[in-house]
């Protein structure tokens, strides 16, 4: 089935550690996304990528890191310079376009103590 | 600069009432699209609309209805008959021309009970 995967669902770090959020799309599209999700904040873009080997920071970059070496996959690493890395993590898709809506993935809860 | 409101943070219904989701957006552009998503317990986003500025015209699929006014820059989401399983967390969202990116709303969460 077509879709997109995020593993895992849940991750625990602890204060001090980075940690990579894994996230893979085989539905062919060039656009990828990562959002975070804390409670009554609605969602937030991190980094995106239209393009493999290219990627542009969001409103909240400050603290994360990107790859786009492969078209599928688009992992996010939360460094320990992140003040406050706790949250639920979403990943998206989407054809290049603007008309397009964006496939999301199930999600990681990352848990930083 | 684009920004999406919703104002209703919480809503609490009984089955078979109707409720009506507010959304009401900025953004200075002509061109632009509209979303709604729906975040079940689960956490995954489930797209439901797309709606682009020129095309007013009300939607309907099967519960569910969009009513879009530019004139009041207001889409809001009508669920009708409501069921347990709506009970959820609804997203509006904006994204303008040439912009790849969505704006978010903060969400609205229902809950529709027995």
């Known amino acids: 089935d077509g879709g997109i995967t995020q593993s895992p669902k849940y991750l625990f770090r602890k204060e001090g550690q980075n940690v990579t959020l894994s996230c893979e799309q085989n539905l062919n599209h060039d656009a990828m996304y990562w959002y975070r999700q804390d409670p009554g904040q609605g969602l937030r873009l991190i980094y995106y990528s239209q393009i493999v080997n290219d990627f542009q920071k969001g409103d909240i970059a400050e603290g994360y890191s990107v790859s786009r070496e492969k078209k599928e996959s688009f992992p996010l690493t939360v460094t320990s310079a992140q003040k406050n890395p706790t949250a639920f993590y979403l990943c998206?898709?989407?054809?290049?376009?603007?008309?397009?809506?964006?496939?999301f993935g199930p999600g990681t809860r990352l848990t930083v103590t | 600069a684009q920004k999406v409101t919703q104002a209703q943070t919480e809503i609490s219904v009984v089955e078979k009432e109707d409720v009506t989701l507010d959304c009401v957006y900025e953004t200075r552009d002509t061109t632009y699209y509209l979303f709604w998503y729906k975040q079940p317990p689960s956490g995954e986003l489930v797209f439901l609309i797309r709606r682009n500025s020129f095309d007013e015209q009300n939607e309907i699929s099967g519960r569910y209805s969009w009513n879009f006014q530019k004139s009041t820059s207001s889409f809001n989401f009508t669920i009708t008959a409501s069921q347990v399983v709506d009970s959820a967390v609804y997203f509006c969202a904006l994204r303008y021309s040439g912009y790849s990116t969505l704006t978010f709303g903060k969400g609205t969460m229902l809950l529709v009970s027995p």
């Open positions: 998206a898709s989407s054809p290049r376009g603007e008309h397009y809506e964006q496939y």
